[in-house]
Structure formats: C-alpha cells, structure tokens
C-alpha cells in the first residue's frame, strides 16, 4: 500500500480508502455495514469516500425485511 486516507461518518471510522502499487485505489471496510465494498476498486479516494456515504445512505433508507 502506498498511500492510505480515512474514511469517516458522523464522526465514525468506517473505512480506508488505499492505493495499492499497481492496483490503484481500494476501499477497505471497518464498519460491517460495508462488507459489499471491500476490496472494490475505483478511480480516487474522493470516489471511495462518495461511494460508502451512498452505501450508507441507500441502506438506511431500504425498509427491513417484513415477518410473516
């Protein structure tokens, strides 16, 4: 790893944005909300950071499951 940037929300650590040698900018999840992303590749930390925010953001707002 290269280089490696925080990634916070509502003042929690919840994961790290990487760039590796030659695999470019990774996102390593902290926060288990985040397991879908881990290890996913993108183009800058900036991306990573919008990404789980909108992770975030999508499953907060998906209804739970309804029991029968």
């Known amino acids: 790893m ?3 940037v925080p990634v ?3 003042g929690s650590f919840i994961a790290v944005a990487a760039q590796g040698e030659d695999t470019g ?3 390593i999840a902290i926060d ?3 397991e879908a992303l881990d290890r996913a590749s993108f ?3 900036r ?3 919008a990404a789980a925010h ?3 953001r999508r ?3 998906t209804p739970p499951p309804r029991l029968s």
Do not use: D, M, P, Y
């Open 8 to 10: 916070t929300h509502a």
């Open 25 to 27: 900018w990774f996102l």
């Open 2 to 4: 290269r280089l490696s």
């Open 43 to 45: 183009g800058s930390a």
């Open 54 to 56: 909108a992770h975030l």
């Open 47 to 49: 991306e990573i950071e």
């Open 59 to 61: 499953i907060s707002s």
């Open 32 to 34: 288990s909300r985040l």
